[in-house]
């Protein structure tokens, strides 16, 4: 883990709404030069929301994210395009033009962001590719090749400019355990011969003890720890016959990062609703017999036909038989 102190992340205080929906509620993180940051928890608790807003995509309501100690919300798109060009992103999916080549998938990049000659082009896609193992299948397209060799395809895509931080969602997604081995490491390969610093939203926990420095774990929105793997690594072996020594926080990592069943995370997601309030409308919680929930079906009148075909059908029925007294 590099020592050098240098931030180029910076989260203070982040708080981001959808209506009244508060998906991040207070985020502080920081991330350093040459160090892979990974970030986990469970689905919908705001991964991929906070991804947004390191890479600028999204502003928040409240607090600063700066990157190389400039506020994004207060760039302008000039300046936002440049802060663009010094960090790359590989999507999950690979994202990559399927009508382009791997080699121009690359070559794409540098073509727009770049004066270079196209010989100096083609000798740059060739570097990024061999970074990535993946020079020899530069002239196929994406339907040619694995998923492995698209993830490839896209981290060579995202090197392209050099970039200073490398942003991976969900980098072993959708792949065997040997394929997901393989992009661990050459995650750590590129943050120890680039030096980049690396942002890994993942929820493969095999993956993220194997590349991380330091480890971000969110829940509902907040951080619950912010530390070191070895850190995470005490919570996760701590035994079960003293489980009662954590903190509920701690429980709550301890059974994300074990992948356990039961636990305070089943147990939240459980909650409190009422399967027959939520199937019937019922608010059983007060006993009242009142609706929780509006149905949104139109109520059948007396002698109408159910059913929106069903009535169509029937009103071209009965138009059909109109017309014909009609000309009668």
Not at 122 to 136: P, S
Not at 201 to 211: G, N, P, R, Y
Request: charged share 25%; aromatic share 6%; proline share 3%.
């Amino acid at each position: 883990m590099p020592d050098s102190g240098e931030h180029v992340i910076q989260i203070e205080n982040l708080v981001k709404r959808f209506g009244n929906q508060t998906v991040l509620d207070g985020i502080n993180l920081d991330v350093k030069a040459g160090e892979t940051m990974v970030i986990m928890g469970g689905s919908g608790c705001g991964k991929s929301t906070l991804l947004r807003h390191m890479v600028g995509s999204l502003h928040p309501e409240e607090g600063k994210v700066r990157l190389f100690g400039e506020v994004l919300a207060e760039m302008s798109e000039e300046q936002l395009d440049d802060t663009r060009k010094k960090f790359g992103i590989l999507f999950q999916s690979g994202a990559l033009f399927q009508s382009l080549s791997v080699g121009d998938n690359v070559a794409l990049i540098l073509e727009e962001h770049t004066d270079l000659d196209a010989a100096i082009i083609d000798f740059m896609v060739k570097i990024k590719l061999e970074l990535v193992d993946l020079r020899e299948a530069a002239h196929k397209f994406p339907a040619q090749i694995s998923g492995g060799m698209k993830k490839r395809a896209g981290l060579a895509r995202a090197l392209a400019l050099d970039p200073k931080i490398l942003f991976y969602d969900e980098p072993s997604a959708g792949l065997d355990p040997v394929t997901s081995a393989a992009i661990d490491r050459l995650i750590i390969d590129l943050t120890n011969k680039l030096g980049v610093a690396s942002v890994v939203v993942t929820h493969e926990m095999d993956s993220a003890f194997a590349i991380a420095d330091r480890m971000a774990m969110l829940h509902k929105g907040r951080v619950l720890m912010l530390d070191t793997r070895e850190a995470f690594e005490h919570i996760r072996d701590w035994p079960f016959d003293r489980i009662n020594e954590l903190d509920e926080n701690q429980q709550l990592i301890r059974q994300f990062l074990r992948g356990d069943a039961e636990g305070p995370l089943t147990e939240d997601a459980t909650g409190d609703s009422s399967y027959a309030a939520d199937l019937l409308g019922i608010d059983n919680s007060k006993l009242t017999g009142g609706r929780s929930i509006q149905t949104t079906r139109r109520v059948p009148m007396p002698g109408r036909t159910r059913g929106f075909f069903k009535r169509l059908i029937s009103r071209t029925s009965h138009d059909s038989t109109k017309s014909g007294r009609d000309k009668q």
